[in-house]
DNA sequence: TCTATCTTTTTGTGATATCATTTTCAAAAC
DNA sequence: GTTTTGAAAATGATATCACAAAAAGATAGA
């Protein structure tokens, strides 16, 4: 029997896609769901067993995703899914406060109503997974919702970055949120909405950074402490 | 003979660095210096000749890079430096004054008076090697000026995006250089420091601003189109 | 001279083999 | 009961091998 046999979620996966593609998006689902624990090893070898292939793509897996931080490659080549902190938290969260931001102000001048139709129906379903209580849904549709509207500017270099954050977070948010309802204390969608449609930038900004900071990032030192401590 | 042979420059290597690790930071180094030309292809198993290895460590710092965008898989699996354009750069550069704006407000607190005595060091460095004309010192320099300042955070997630932009912006800078005095018109170097010595937050971000938009980043779309078409 | 088709070579992907290091775990020593 | 030690197993790193897809060249036809 395997040792700390990882959840890992089965995925889409399209005729012409690599192992090694495979793979690292169903680890990156399985990070970003919090559904791996932070701190015990994972292994090559076990990897490769449970997903029945060989090492070579799960250790190029493994490897992008130390690169974007959301793996941690230990001193003794251990790979574990990093530790959360106070501190390292508290950056995070700003840091996704900036660079939302940014990607807001470049991507409103591409918004069409188009757009603004498609993210209020993402809000819908939101709203559905909220009074459902299904977390891993709710963390899917949310992360869509503010997708949509960054890459509404054609020219991406900043989703990658945020996406490497939402990974950097995902742990945690399983851990941090009991329910999902703590996960979502006030929904700040609907502004964001309302800001969109009337083009209004500095109500755009302020309503996705209440929307970072409402959500997970609510968590004050004390809170975290007890959470992480 | 090999084709396209990339002019890959020795790094240090300490004894313990994995095969793996070390042929990443040396085209890492070359990427950055932008001495892998755009658009012709990467082999691994051209690169693992010249590098005297098998092509196991060769793919996975490939994959480590493309991860980062410093180099970019193409549909037919080709492996090349990316192209640049014009609204890349742009948004490129525009991100870049963003985060390192945010980097740099994070740092204030944390920033010594020995710190600032290191900085000014570099700086001087810097000087010389504009006067040398020697532009991937310059282009090393002025990296580990800035790198210095924002790592005095001791709590990092930022300073991987920031290697990252800079990264991507490498390949690039090379081209619109034609000479380094070209590439450092005006030096807002002096300002940084003074802002940092009186923990001036304002005139720091401004100076930040300044220096990124006044190197590579005063070319505007006219001259970029010249440059890229 | 140019285009189309077929063959050869090169290339990326994934599996397997090998080696050195690390971990595990039980027996021995205290 | 706790620590030390040492053999066995597991693991990461790299090299090599096998295969299918793609690129490059060569040949034939217009």
Redesign the interface.
Known sequence: MLKNTPNLPEILRPSDMTA?EYIYQRLRNSIMLGLIAPGNPITIRGLAEVLNTSP?PV??AL??L????ALKLLPNRRIVVPQM?P??F???I??RV??EE?AAR?ALPFITERLVDQVTVLDLKLDQAVEDENRDQLIKINQQFHRSIYTA??????M??IE??WL?LGPFTRIAARNVKELYVVDHHKEVIAALRQRDETALLNSIAADIKGGVGHLHADALERILG
């Open positions: 090694q070579t250790r190029e490897r992008r130390s690169t974007e931080h902190t501190d390292r508290k950056e995070l700003l840091l900036t660079l940014h470049a500017n054609p020219d991406q270099v900043i990658p970055m490497s954050i950097q």
